[in-house]
């Protein structure tokens, strides 16, 4: 069985925040890949160690998606997207 998407309330303002052509390439391309296999992407340490950071370029610049994935339900839930700039503290704020 696949597993689906879910996204945190945020997620969707997220995109809204990043270059329109980035936001596109993320809906059309990149969640796909992360839902093909879930688990072969980074596990982060610490208290976000639940989560898993999937990165990617584009322009010059290094982007990030926070997901967790919960095995027994087949859902990826996205936390957040953006820029590494401070990235995983943000995450922790929206997480923990």
Known sequence: MAFVDAFHPKFKSDLKKIDKL????????HLDIILENPTDFT??????SHIRSYHFHKNG?????????????????HYMVASR??????????VL
């Open 22 to 29: 980035v936001s596109k390439e993320i809906k059309e391309r």
């Open 43 to 48: 596990l982060l340490k610490g208290k976000l």
């Open 61 to 77: 610049t290094q982007y990030r998606i926070a997901y967790e994935v919960l095995e027994n339900e087949k859902i990826v839930f």
């Open 85 to 94: 700039e401070n990235f995983y503290k943000k995450l922790e704020g929206r």
